[in-house]
């Protein structure tokens, strides 16, 4: 069975960094891209970045020089890095995959909540 889990989350003060992990089962990274989406309350769910398998990576434009992902192939585990954290931020992030296409992979964690606050 396929199982993605998110960790990571949490309360942060704005300017603060966090890191998020998605550690999959049943399922190996390398052969998808993966990604992050995010859900903030009262928004729609939003792309957030991507890990392609050729190693290229992809940032929506609300977290481009602030967030990171990675991929750990050898743990089956992606990461999302995310620093200089602002409100509008606060949101249940997930781990998907195959990412980056016109709609979400079918593959999804459970969501890990991220809320930025002071």
């Known amino acids: 069975q396929v199982r993605l889990v998110e960790s990571g989350g949490g309360l942060v003060p704005p300017g603060g960094s966090l890191n998020l992990s998605c550690a999959g089962s049943g399922i190996i990274f390398s052969y998808y891209a993966m990604g992050w989406y995010r859900q903030g309350p009262g928004k729609q769910r939003e792309l957030v970045a991507v890990?392609?398998?050729?190693?290229?990576?992809n940032y929506a434009d609300s977290g481009k020089g602030r967030f990171t992902i990675s991929t750990d192939k050898s743990k089956n585990t992606i990461y999302l890095h995310m620093n200089s954290l602002k409100p509008e931020d606060t949101a249940v992030y997930s781990c998907?995959?195959?990412?980056?296409?016109?709609?979400?992979?079918?593959?999804w964690g459970q969501g890990t909540q991220v809320t930025v606050s002071s």
């Open positions: 998907n995959a195959p990412a980056g296409g016109t709609n979400p992979g079918f593959y």
């Open positions: 890990a392609n398998t050729g190693g290229a990576t």
